[in-house]
């Protein structure tokens, strides 16, 4: 088949979405199908697929629509995102005609199910996300390293273990490592503010994958600060 796999976010991004519509192509490919990346929904890409799938329900809206008038009888997959399903599904402003018009829904984590009116969690299924599997690294030794993997935006509250470190006493060895990209300048200086003067947090800013992953794995906790999601 020959699929249009459209995101909010550009495949090359850092952002959840572009990450996962990269991961997806890819699984895509691997299958034995073609699959091409979009950010929305062009002109020329509005004829000449067998199927969509579309990441974010609020934000490729426009480009379900358009595919499903070019294409009535193509299968519409469409992945809701945290971002479309926390808080709800009404207050983030996911359509439902938009819902409808999707042969198959996508949802990240059983309890987003919750979300679906029975009609509508009939077309729906869970799909965990998958992560190779990563080797334990050993841990600094020079303190107790706590990881935070947060891009710099209001929702992730990105901030918050920097707050609470604080409170340490002198005697602590915990120290913080922050990686994640600038999406809020205010945040972006409070961050670089926070990391110049305190000794126990350091933002590092936007780091490659691989780097990430190594912290993750060396790290002795992660901390997930999220409004929505933690």
């Given at each position: 088949?020959?699929?249009?796999?459209?995101?909010?976010?550009?495949?090359?991004?850092?952002?959840?979405?572009?990450?996962t519509a990269?991961?997806?192509?890819?699984?895509l490919?691997?299958?034995?199908?073609?699959?091409?990346s979009?950010?929305?929904?062009?002109?020329e890409?509005?004829?000449g697929?067998?199927a969509?799938?579309?990441l974010h329900?609020?934000?490729?809206?426009?480009?379900?629509?358009?595919?499903?008038?070019?294409?009535?009888r193509?299968?519409?997959v469409?992945?809701?995102?945290?971002t479309?399903l926390?808080?709800d599904?009404?207050s983030?402003?996911?359509?439902?005609?938009v819902?409808?018009?999707?042969?198959?829904?996508?949802?990240?984590?059983?309890?987003?199910l919750?979300?679906?009116?029975p009609?509508?969690?009939?077309?729906a299924?869970?799909?965990?996300?998958?992560?190779?599997?990563?080797?334990?690294?050993?841990?600094?030794?020079?303190c107790?390293?706590?990881a935070?993997?947060?891009?710099?935006r209001?929702?992730?509250?990105p901030?918050r273990v920097?707050?609470a470190?604080?409170e340490?006493?002198?005697s602590?060895?915990i120290?913080?490592?922050?990686?994640?990209?600038?999406?809020?300048?205010e945040?972006a200086a409070?961050?670089?503010?926070?990391?110049?003067?305190?000794?126990?947090?350091?933002?590092?800013?936007?780091?490659?994958?691989?780097?990430a992953?190594d912290l993750l794995?060396?790290?002795?906790?992660?901390?997930?600060?999220?409004?929505?999601?933690g």
């Amino acid at each position: 088949m020959r699929i249009l796999l459209v995101s909010p976010a550009a495949a090359d991004s850092d952002t959840g979405n572009g990450v996962t519509a990269r991961r997806w192509a890819a699984l895509l490919r691997e299958l034995g199908h073609q699959a091409e990346s979009s950010v929305g929904l062009r002109d020329e890409y509005r004829g000449g697929y067998d199927a969509l799938v579309a990441l974010h329900a609020r934000k490729s809206a426009g480009a379900v629509r358009a595919f499903r008038t070019a294409h009535p009888r193509a299968p519409v997959v469409l992945a809701l995102t945290g971002t479309d399903l926390y808080p709800d599904l009404r207050s983030t402003g996911v359509n439902p005609a938009v819902l409808a018009m999707a042969s198959r829904l996508v949802v990240l984590q059983p309890r987003a199910l919750d979300q679906l009116d029975p009609k509508t969690r009939q077309r729906a299924r869970v799909i965990v996300q998958s992560v190779p599997p990563i080797r334990r690294q050993a841990p600094r030794d020079d303190c107790f390293e706590v990881a935070v993997l947060a891009h710099l935006r209001p929702v992730k509250d990105p901030l918050r273990v920097a707050e609470a470190v604080r409170e340490l006493p002198a005697s602590s060895r915990i120290r913080v490592t922050h990686l994640g990209g600038a999406l809020d300048d205010e945040l972006a200086a409070a961050a670089a503010a926070e990391s110049a003067a305190s000794p126990r947090y350091d933002w590092l800013g936007p780091r490659p994958r691989g780097e990430a992953l190594d912290l993750l794995a060396r790290s002795r906790l992660l901390v997930l600060t999220s409004r929505h999601e933690g």
